[in-house]
């Protein structure tokens, strides 16, 4: 199975701040990394797919970059309503499997 | 919109059976892959099980493989888990979770999930 390293487990940072989260792979997976944003007590929201493309509806300060075994998710200017978990999953192969999160406070 | 409701979360005896039901609608369920995925207390997210779009093929982690049987009713548009030989640590938050056009294994839409809690 490929296992999926996400730093920091945590982070505290301001409004305004940039925020950059990343994801290691143990395996090459291409571009096949996607993102997911969980906020409390709620179900997760696809944020970004193969690395870099937005689901429809994410705001723009949101980005994502790498390849093969190493992922960056982005927030560039950070909002309130950023307060969330984010995992990594990759989607190279079955068995799927999620990074352990990513908990971002303001 | 894409909806997806979850039900059968309960909580049951080790060594018990839950079925687990999902409740699609907002989009044609028939052309699109669907997967099971669970969050224990306070941790991360576990992917489950997949099905394809037309039931043909099933793929299990292997946490699960023997024990838990995903299948789906398209007539019906719903998806199921039927999670047998229950223990401890499987209890957790089931999504229930669509596949996207693009790749079955992006995760594109998410049930809000059913609590299963398996205890004596």
């Known amino acids: 199975d490929i296992q999926m390293t996400q730093s920091p487990s945590s982070l505290s940072a301001s409004i305004g701040d940039r925020v950059t989260i990343t994801c290691r792979a143990s395996q090459n997976l291409r571009t096949y990394l996607n993102w997911y944003q969980q906020k409390p007590g709620k179900a997760p929201s696809l944020l970004i797919y193969?690395?870099?493309n937005l689901q429809n509806g994410v705001p723009s300060r949101f980005s994502g970059s790498g390849s093969g075994t190493d992922f960056t998710l982005t927030i560039s200017s950070l909002q309130p309503e950023d307060s969330a978990i984010y995992h990594c999953q990759q989607s190279s192969t079955t068995p799927l499997t999620f990074g352990g999160g990513t908990k971002v406070e303001i | 919109q894409v909806q997806l409701v979850e039900s059968g979360g309960a909580v049951v005896r080790p060594g018990g059976s839950l079925r687990l039901s999902c409740a699609a609608s907002g989009f044609t369920f028939s052309d699109f892959g669907m997967h099971w995925v669970r969050q224990a207390p306070g941790k991360g997210l576990e992917w489950l099980a997949f099905?394809?779009?037309?039931?043909?093929?099933?793929y299990y982690s292997d946490s699960v493989k023997g024990r838990f049987t995903i299948s789906r009713d398209n007539s019906k548009n719903t998806l199921y888990l039927q999670m047998n030989s229950l223990r401890p640590q499987d209890t957790a938050v089931y999504y229930c979770v669509k596949g996207n056009i693009l790749s079955n294994s992006i995760l594109d839409h998410w049930g809000q999930g059913t609590l299963g809690t398996v205890s004596s």
């Open positions: 193969h690395t870099s």
């Open positions: 099905i394809r779009y037309d039931g043909s093929n099933e």
